[in-house]
């Protein structure tokens, strides 16, 4: 009955099939959007969500170019990722906050973070807040809010997560990171905006989804960086399990 | 299967299925010609077919575990004996007693293990009748101390190999192979059977452990059929044994396909 053989493009070792991919260009060491990237740039979807795109960008580029002039250091630093702001100190951080206080941004900023460092505590973004902030009333609301805007960044390829990573890019462009050589589909960079409608929106953004992994190289992204355990173990203290079948009490 | 009278008809298929097994299996024994010199042959061949028999009733009189928990052990422990028989059937002699002599071994090993486990105190009355009986149980085939203990597989080969060359490779790709997922509870069952999904987002959508009830589904009972006939058929080709009792498994087919046409024809609306 079966005559054509199977994984013929496999190498063998042993008693193990590698696939090609592997095979030519050697183990892969990946880093998960879910379980790294996601609770990295989840701040960014906040404000963007808060403000829309064009005025979250602007309090986003705000944002990281007082950081960067807080916390200046002889490699380019960009405040792309959560665990990028612990490594500024008390004093730099200080810095930041007081700067946001004065350009006017720092209600605003806190305003979309309060759900974030409401539910997650010990969130490195916690020292914007010089008090605990607390939620008015229903915090079913902005939990079941909140769980939305998570649930909508697992599409990686959906527009407002695709826009949550092409503001993470533009921040390696705008501190200076990241330069592209022109013809790249990367230095097409403003197309971005009529994603996914043009053929070149796509482009740039598989050239944007390709380069976010670089805030999570060594050299950007603090390896030692706990923030995104925290916010998935925290997920249990302050949800429950949900169940298709399951009646809402 | 909600009627009661389709219970009713499944209870009365079982049952015939079962006479009528036994009957063919009865039938293939009195038909083959027996020759002691060779009892070895006629003994394997006829203990894998009455496994067969039994692993098939078996499944039959238990309509609770016709579910993707549990059938699957018992259909790749057929589809074991099945492959080990196709194998056996290529050259039944020498085959016959590698499967004998590999057994002993094992039974040896297991007495070996049991013995030593006792080793530092007297065994008591009930261990000792159980040691003796099954020491006085392999030697009665073959000395114990002329028993070799083979701990690879016993025919030498792998249980893929041994299906090659027996002709049924593609029954160990569909069938052997994906029941042993569940038989040894491998990731790709209990993923599968054992774990529900989380819908919280926040949850990173982990799966959580559950034991889920399963429905009952008969298709499972007509595999069991299915491969106790296949294993028929193979022994009925290699010694040219022609039954003339009713075919166990074509009188379930029948039975399944009524009963299904009649449930269509209820689900359907038909004319009465």
Known sequence: MTTKKILQDYKRQGKTFLPPFTHMLGPLHEISWVKTMLPELVWIALIQEHYGHSKGVSLITSLNRLARKCAPSEKIRIFATISSFREMTTDEQLCLQSGLAASGELFEIQKAFTPLIVFYPECPLRFLFSATPTLADANNKHLKSFKTLVAGLYDKASRNTMMVQATAVWLAFDSGGLKVFKGLALASFPEIEKYPNTKLSQEVAASIRASVQMFFTEHHYPVTSNWPRYFWNRGFEIDRCYFKDMVDE | ?272
């Not at chain 2, 020498?94 to 499967?99: G, I, P, Q, T, V």
């Not at chain 2, 926040?202 to 007509?222: A, G, K, M, R, T």
């Open chain 2, 1 to 272: 299967m909600s009627e009661e009278s389709d219970f009713r008809e499944v209870e009365q298929l079982i049952k015939s299925f079962i006479e009528e097994a036994r009957l063919e299996l009865r039938q293939r024994w009195e038909k083959w010609t027996i020759d002691l010199s060779q009892n070895e042959i006629h003994e394997v061949v006829g203990a894998l077919l009455a496994r067969q028999l039994t692993l098939a009733r078996q499944m039959a009189q238990c309509p609770p575990i016709w579910n993707g928990h549990i059938a699957p052990i018992i259909l790749r422990a057929m589809a074991d004996v099945f492959i080990s028989l196709a194998w056996v059937l290529k050259n039944p002699l020498d085959r016959s007693r590698k499967f004998v002599l590999y057994g002993l071994g094992q039974a040896v090993l297991q007495l070996e293990h049991r013995k030593s486990q006792i080793a530092d105190r007297e065994p008591t009355a009930e261990e000792k009748m159980l040691i003796e009986a099954s020491k006085a149980w392999i030697n009665s085939q073959r000395f114990s101390f002329l028993t070799e203990v083979n701990v690879g597989s016993w025919s030498g080969i792998t249980t893929r190999q041994m299906a090659e060359e027996a002709g049924c490779v593609d029954f160990y790709n569909y069938v052997y192979n994906p029941f042993s997922a569940c038989a040894h509870s491998m990731w790709h069952h209990v993923a599968r059977y054992n774990l529900r999904q989380c819908a919280n987002p926040l949850h990173q959508y982990h799966q959580v452990p559950e034991d889920p009830d399963l429905s009952i589904d008969p298709h499972n009972f007509y595999l069991a059929a299915k491969y106790l006939e296949k294993t028929f058929h193979a022994f009925d080709e290699t010694f040219s044994i022609k039954v003339d009792v009713p075919s166990a498994y074509d009188h379930l087919c029948e039975g399944l396909d009524r009963l299904s046409a009649r449930n269509t024809e209820q689900e359907t609306g038909g004319s009465d």
